[in-house]
Nanobody
Framework: QVQFVESGGGLVQPGGSLRLSCDVTGVAEQFYAVGWFRQAPGKERQGVSC????????RKKDSNEARFTISRDNVKNTVYLQMNNLKPEDSGVYYC????????????????????WGQGIQVTVSA
């Protein structure tokens, strides 16, 4: 069973930065994808970024926001989301999720593809 421990959220002022972490354990496959998603109040969950994990170097699907960068520590199997120059509209609950297995070349940020989810972590950008 895939499990996640998410951390790094909180309250930050506009223009600030946060790095979200997602410790991923229990993956029994070599080929899978991990994604970050955001859900703002009253809105649908939307994909932010994802990373494809296989027997090749990780492949990253960059966020539409150039301010966000996904990365992974493959020793710890921790996936990070670095968020810079944060804006109030970036606020929401951020979820880490996994699509297991995933044999494609590049992951997708479609929430419906992901079958294991973390509990979510709150990010609030406010003055």
């Amino acid at each position: 069973q895939v499990q996640f421990v998410e951390s790094g959220g909180g309250l930050v002022q506009p223009g600030g930065s946060l790095r979200l972490s997602c410790d991923v354990t229990g993956v029994a496959e070599q080929f899978y994808a991990v994604g970050w998603f955001r859900q703002a109040p009253g809105k649908e969950r939307q994909g932010v970024s994802c990373i494809t994990i296989s027997d090749n170097p990780d492949r990253k699907k960059d966020s539409n926001e150039a301010r966000f960068t996904i990365s992974r520590d493959n020793v710890k199997n921790t996936v990070y989301l670095q968020m810079n120059n944060l804006k109030p509209e970036d606020s929401g609950v951020y979820y880490c999720a996994a699509e297991v297995p995933f044999y494609g070349y590049m992951c997708y940020v479609d929430p419906e593809r992901y079958d294991s989810w973390g509990q979510g972590i709150q990010v609030t950008v406010s003055a």
